[in-house]
């Protein structure tokens, strides 16, 4: 059974039970490479409104029997008024709020979130998004506020008919199935995205048309997703009650869903719709920064809300040069360990000599030290003046003989060798590279990263305390 739990509590805004939704695990937590949000619901989320559905006609008809003076019977006669049941507003619910995947780098450019909202009135109603950023914490808050990239939100809601035959008869919807209820007659008024205009046998009741997400709810526990399949939207009819209409139920949440339906169980809608922030700008990509987004939904000034908390980290580099005469090992300088391809050399800082013929090895050592990722990583370095670079065999770093690698680059997990060519793009995880020749002065360009390509022209990604280092070699002339 797929439900949520609640917590009811009496308001005096609607002389009815809200209720507090309780989201099992839904305290959200949002983890990307560059971003973690936490979202609250940090006002009440409220229950959905039992009882009528907005726009339902009400019809009270009197027929009276008579007989003439002569005791004939006589053709009954009737009168019949209407009475249209109000839309009644209600705070809707923010069910989660979070930002795109690694969006998040605290530079300043906009980022995608995404509000997911569902109605609790009892009838159809457009809802206003409205939000605000604050409490920045190392980041410079832009004045830009966030908007809703597609304007308003219109929800519908209709609840179960007292005709229904199934009420009071626990019900089992298996996943995948579907399920028809019989809904109250809304007189053909709305249309799927306004309370005005609309029309009888047009395929939308209350609001409700084919596509659209929705929850059941009667009165304790919201049961679903469902997807409506099919909506039967009659005229009201002449009989002595307006003819009902009646909406088929896809079980989208991949499980049986029991419970037992009541008359006056809401039919409530979900959407979800995107809001687009400009981001603030981190100060000291070095230290943790964070700023908060409230979102309001709003149905006609009743309002409910949600807080996001985002974690932003801009990326910075550290970039090292070291050196080691493979010939004649000596240098005076500080050392530094590192590995070709799992096998440790140490390198120096300063203090390296050596004669006409020894070959020279340079490590170019780029660090993540920041809280956040890079991309566009492009290193371009020169082969030293009176030295010649040095090319060995594929797949044989360090050998002699006279292929086409110059270079080589390993990331701790990944080595890949780099050969002269150009726009070939030797992996796909530490990055490509070319060398315009092996005389003093050409230029080596290495495009770093993951997704780092020769054949485009872009450098790849570091993430977050990543470091990547380059090798090459060079005979002193």
């Not at 029991?258 to 990509?285: K, N, Y």
Request: glycine share 12%; aromatic share 6%; proline share 4%.
């Amino acid at each position: 059974m797929i439900k949520e739990k609640e917590i009811v509590m009496n308001t005096e805004t609607t002389g009815k039970k809200s209720r507090i939704v309780r989201f099992n695990n839904k305290i959200l937590s949002f983890v990307a490479v560059l971003a973690v949000c936490v979202f609250t619901i940090s006002t009440a989320a409220f229950g959905a409104l039992e009882g009528g559905a907005g726009n339902t006609v009400i019809r009270n008809t009197v027929t009276v029997n008579y007989q003439d003076g002569g005791g004939a019977a006589q053709t009954p006669i009737s009168a019949a008024i209407d009475v249209i049941v109000n839309t009644i507003d209600v705070p809707p619910t923010v069910v989660s709020f979070s930002p795109l995947t690694g969006s998040t780098d605290g530079t300043g450019s906009t980022q995608a979130y995404t509000v997911t909202l569902r109605t609790n009135s009892n009838g159809p109603e457009s809802i206003l998004l409205n939000a605000v950023d604050g409490n920045p914490t190392n980041i410079a808050i832009s004045a830009i506020l966030p908007s809703l990239s597609s304007g308003s939100v219109f929800l519908g809601a209709t609840v179960i008919d007292p005709s229904e035959g199934k009420i009071g008869t626990p019900t089992t919807i298996n996943a995948g199935a579907t399920i028809q209820f019989a809904v109250p007659n809304d007189g053909g008024v709305p249309t799927n995205g306004s309370t005005t205009g609309g029309s009888a046998s047009d395929n939308v009741i209350n609001g409700l048309a084919v596509g659209d997400v929705v929850y059941i709810h009667e009165g304790t526990t919201h049961y679903g997703p469902f997807s409506i399949t099919a909506v039967s939207d009659p005229s009201v009819g002449s009989g002595a009650t307006a003819v009902p209409g009646n909406v088929t139920l896809h079980n989208d949440s991949g499980a049986s869903i029991t419970f037992t339906p009541l008359a006056g169980c809401m039919i409530l809608e979900e959407s979800t719709v995107t809001l687009t922030v400009t981001q603030g700008v981190v100060a000291d990509p070095l230290i943790a920064a964070s700023w908060e987004t409230t979102v309001t939904a709003s149905m006609n000034g009743q309002n409910g809300t949600a807080l996001v908390t985002t974690n932003a980290a801009r990326g910075s580099l550290l970039v090292s040069k070291y050196v080691r005469n493979v010939t004649n090992d000596n240098g005076t300088g500080a050392t530094r360990t590192i590995a070709i391809d799992t096998t440790n050399y140490t390198f120096y800082n300063s203090g390296v000599n050596g004669d006409p013929g020894d070959t020279l090895e340079y490590a170019l050592v780029i660090e993540n030290t920041s809280l956040g990722m890079t991309q566009g990583v492009v290193a371009i370095d020169q082969v030293p003046a009176y030295t010649t670079l040095s090319t060995w065999a594929n797949n044989g770093y360090g050998s002699t003989g006279g292929a086409a690698v110059f270079a080589a680059v390993d990331d701790g997990p990944n080595y890949a060798e780099m050969t002269v060519v150009d726009s070939d793009d030797e992996s796909l995880t530490v990055g490509a590279a070319n060398a315009d020749g092996s005389a003093a002065g050409s230029a080596m360009t290495f495009y770093l990263g993951s997704e780092g390509s020769d054949s485009t022209n872009t450098g790849g990604t570091l993430a977050a305390g990543g470091t990547i280092t380059v090798f090459y070699r060079v005979t002193i002339d």
